[in-house]
């Protein structure tokens, strides 16, 4: 059985960074495409990053790109998130998603959907005070 488990939230200050972690368990990230979304309360799922291993390619969203990054670490078997510069619109709950992660990119902006995701973690909490 497929586990993704996300850790690495909490509360910060504005400027202020985090790192998210998604490991997982029944499952190895080698080779496979994986996401990161989160979800503001009353908003839309955004997808933020995505890496997809194989090629070790990596994706961002407009709004955190130049301040977060996605990396995979084979030997834990765990997809970090590093985010910098945190704001207050960071403040969502943040989730991981593996296989069938689909991006899509028009020049330099990308839109990363996990609508087709197979396996989901059940989040982490990240607020953003200033």
């Known amino acids: 059985q497929v586990h993704l488990v996300e850790s690495g939230g909490g509360s910060v200050q504005a400027g202020e960074s985090l790192r998210l972690s998604c490991a997982a368990s029944g499952y190895t990230f080698y080779k496979k495409s994986v996401g990161w979304f989160r979800q503001a309360p009353g908003k839309e799922r955004e997808g933020i990053a995505a890496i997809y291993t194989y090629g070790n390619s990596t994706y961002y969203a407009d709004s955190v790109k130049g301040r977060s990054a996605i990396s995979l670490d084979v030997a834990e078997n765990t997809v970090y998130l590093q985010m910098n510069s945190l704001n207050v619109e960071d403040t969502a709950t943040y989730y991981c998603?593996?296989?069938?992660?689909?991006?899509?990119?028009?020049?330099?902006?990308?839109?990363?959907?996990?609508?087709?995701?197979?396996?989901w973690g059940q989040g982490t909490q990240v607020t953003v005070s200033s």
């Open positions: 998603a593996a296989e069938d992660v689909a991006t899509t990119c028009r020049g330099a902006r990308c839109i990363i959907n996990g609508t087709f995701a197979r396996y």
